[in-house]
Nanobody
Framework: AVQLVESGGGSVQSGGSLRLSCAAS????????MGWFRQAPGKEREGVAV????????TYADSVKGRFTISQDNAKKTLYLQMNSLKPEDTAMYYC???????????????????WGQGTQVTVSS
């Protein structure tokens, strides 16, 4: 079974940086879309950034463009999210997710992703 384990969350002040990691295991397919999603209390889960395993597609939510960078290390089967210039509105539980489809098909729509990690909390104080 596919397993996703996030790490790297924490508490930072506004303007600070964090790097999230998502270690994946159990994949038998070499083509998949992986991404980061977040959910703040009382809000719906939203897509932050997705990246296809072959590097062909990268999509960011408008709210994080220019501040966040998604990347991967295929050898380590690890997905990263570098978050810079963090704002209080970035506070949320961040989840890693994966789906066996092209990122260009579904992008940031969370309901299409089948595999999910447990999440890591990011808190940004003003």
């Amino acid at each position: 079974a596919v397993q996703l384990v996030e790490s790297g969350g924490g508490s930072v002040q506004s303007g600070g940086s964090l790097r999230l990691s998502c270690a994946a295991s159990g994949y038998t397919d070499s083509s998949y879309c992986m991404g980061w999603f977040r959910q703040a209390p009382g809000k719906e889960r939203e897509g932050v950034a997705v990246l296809h395993s072959d590097g062909s597609t990268t999509t960011y939510a408008d709210s994080v463009k220019g501040r966040f960078t998604i990347s991967q290390d295929n050898a380590k089967k690890t997905l990263y999210l570098q978050m810079n210039s963090l704002k209080p509105e970035d506070t949320a539980m961040y989840y890693c997710a994966a789906g066996l489809f092209r990122c260009s098909w579904y992008g940031l729509a969370s309901y299409n992703y089948v595999y999910w990690g447990q999440g890591t909390q990011v808190t940004v104080s003003s």
